[in-house]
């Protein structure tokens, strides 16, 4: 009998900065190195999303996953206001 390969959705932030010259540059600030850019934001998103998949693919052939997921949800995201 095969085993069944199952697979969880991980829900991440993504922060896109217009670039000067054009396009987008896209980071994930939960997975650590995890960058990358389009000439649009829909081509950014795109990307990020790959790489994001990638990132984890990785985490999972090193059998580090689910220890990686835990840390990942300590993180918090909160806007500020700041007055200058």
Do not use: H, W
């Not at 990638?54 to 999972?60: A, K, N």
């Amino acid at each position: 009998m095969k085993k069944k390969l199952t697979k969880k959705v991980y829900q991440y932030t993504a922060v896109f900065e217009l670039n000067k010259g054009g396009g987008y540059t896209a980071i994930i600030p939960a997975l650590p190195g995890c960058i990358s850019e389009g000439d649009n934001f829909e081509e950014a998103l795109k990307n990020i999303e790959e790489a994001a998949l990638l990132y984890l693919e990785d985490l999972r052939a090193d059998k580090m996953l689910e220890e990686f997921a835990k840390d990942s949800q300590k993180i918090v995201l909160a806007p500020i206001k700041v007055m200058a």
